[in-house]
């Protein structure tokens, strides 16, 4: 029985570090790629390619909503020399891409989130959509990021809703971990999760339990705190390496379902759909009061609880000879499904959230 564990080589987070911290780009070169999209760019990506250069870093952009990803990809390859690396700055989509990018033209990588809303920048792995949209499936490659760096005054200027959205993510992370180690099923590497990996996403839900509505009061307010800080650590750290390590479970099959289908007509973002899948997750392993707690505080945060709320309305879906089916096949997709779930528990859960 093979245990692995996968993390990124250095994480960083603090105020202002997108300025203080460039440095330590250049051991991965002195010239990247930077891998965003036009409002991110027009946001951060001057000053970024300015700081850079200050640090002997020469810099280019590629704009995932201008470029397609062949083009980006054929460019990338001609920047196979010494000295380049990617940066993969902004959300979910550039930062995809910026993986994919570093892993076709065997480059380094260090990721720039500008926003705590997910969990996928410390991860090997990208999310791959179609032009419309359409979740198709994930890319593994065989390393995490070398580098991240994590601004919290750049995340305090993101959406607050995009901070929740990140709570709910990693609220997720424990209960989808948890099911997989108590089965002895497979992290995303394919292999058993360490106890380390358990420990992580259980420290990510001590902290956001404890603190998620505290940091966003302070995110409200404009503070950087201590609660905003570990929350955002939480969010992106924590949750990645106990998501990565730890296996996927019902709440993400879900939203890989749903996501995975036009028919559907979801557009809710992935830490919203994920909230819903949680508590789907809670309701058919019969976790009672753990489901009231979670909702509640979902509640809260201004999360949504019901399939209503993200735009699943289950009346119009054949949910047992269609939904719960793709769901229960998401396994075979690296989505562990707890052992005690079948679809008799899947269509009682789905009428407690409907």
């Given at each position: 029985?093979?245990?692995?564990?996968?993390?990124?080589?250095?994480?960083?987070?603090?105020?202002?570090?997108?300025?203080?911290?460039?440095?330590?780009?250049r051991?991965?070169?002195?010239?990247g790629?930077?891998v965003?999209?036009?409002f991110?760019?027009a946001?951060?990506?001057?000053?970024?390619?300015g700081?850079?250069?200050?640090?002997?870093i020469?810099?280019?952009?590629?704009?995932?909503?201008s470029?397609?990803a062949?083009?980006a990809?054929k460019?990338?390859l001609?920047?196979?020399k010494?000295?380049?690396f990617?940066?993969?700055?902004?959300?979910g989509?550039?930062?995809?891409?910026?993986?994919?990018?570093a892993?076709?033209?065997?480059?380094?990588?260090a990721v720039?989130?500008?926003a705590a809303?997910?969990?996928?920048?410390?991860?090997?792995?990208?999310?791959?959509?179609?032009?419309?949209g359409i979740?198709?499936?994930?890319?593994?490659?065989?390393?995490n990021p070398?580098i991240?760096?994590?601004?919290?005054?750049?995340i305090?200027a993101?959406?607050?809703?995009?901070?929740?959205?990140?709570?709910?993510?990693g609220?997720?992370?424990?209960i989808?971990a948890?099911a997989v180690?108590?089965?002895?099923?497979n992290?995303?590497t394919?292999?058993?999760p360490?106890?380390?990996s358990l420990?992580?996403?259980?420290?990510?839900?001590t902290?956001?339990l404890?603190?998620?509505?505290?940091a966003l009061a302070?995110?409200?307010q404009g503070?950087l705190?201590p609660?905003?800080?570990?929350v955002?650590?939480?969010?992106?750290?924590?949750s990645?390496l106990?998501f990565e390590?730890g296996?996927l479970?019902?709440?993400?099959?879900?939203?890989?379902v749903i996501m995975?289908?036009?028919?559907?007509?979801?557009k809710a973002?992935?830490?919203e759909i994920v909230?819903?899948?949680?508590l789907?997750?809670?309701a058919?392993?019969g976790?009672?009061?753990?489901?009231?707690?979670?909702?509640?505080?979902?509640k809260?945060?201004?999360?949504?609880?019901?399939c209503?709320?993200?735009?699943?309305?289950?009346?119009?879906?054949p949910v047992?000879?269609?939904?719960?089916?793709?769901?229960?096949?998401?396994?075979?997709?690296?989505?562990?499904?707890?052992?005690?779930?079948?679809?008799t528990?899947?269509v009682?859960?789905?009428?407690?959230?409907?």
């Open positions: 029985m093979i245990r692995r564990f996968s993390s990124p080589q250095t994480y960083i987070q603090g105020p202002d570090v997108f300025k203080t911290q460039l440095g330590q780009l051991r991965l070169g002195n010239y790629i930077i965003t999209d036009g991110v760019k946001h951060f990506g001057d000053t970024l390619a700081d850079l250069a200050a640090n002997g020469q810099s280019d952009f590629y704009l995932v909503d470029l397609d062949e083009k990809r460019r990338a001609n920047y196979q010494e000295g380049c990617v940066i993969g700055l902004g959300g989509r550039g930062i995809d891409l910026a993986k994919s990018l892993y076709e033209a065997a480059l380094p990588i720039l989130p500008t809303s997910m969990d996928a920048p410390t991860s090997r792995i990208s999310v791959i959509y179609d032009d419309k979740f198709q499936r994930y890319d593994y490659y065989p390393t070398e991240l760096l994590v601004d919290t005054k750049v305090l993101a959406p607050k809703k995009m901070l929740a959205q990140g709570i709910a993510d609220l997720s992370t424990y989808e948890r180690f108590k089965d002895g099923g992290n995303t394919g292999d058993k360490t106890l380390a420990a992580i996403a259980e420290k990510c839900r902290v956001l404890e603190s998620a509505q505290q302070d995110h409200k503070l705190t609660a905003f800080e570990a955002v650590e939480a969010n992106i750290l924590l990645g106990g390590n296996g479970s019902l709440a993400h099959g879900f939203h890989n995975g289908d036009v028919r559907y007509g979801v973002a992935h830490g909230s819903v899948g949680l789907l997750q809670l058919a392993e976790s009672v009061d753990e489901f009231d707690s979670y909702r509640e505080l979902l809260t945060i201004g999360m949504p609880v019901t209503d709320e993200i735009g699943l309305r289950l009346s119009e879906i047992a000879e269609k939904l719960i089916p793709a769901i229960l096949a998401t396994a075979q997709a690296g989505n562990h499904i707890p052992v005690r779930v079948g679809a528990e899947l009682t859960a789905f009428e407690t959230i409907q």
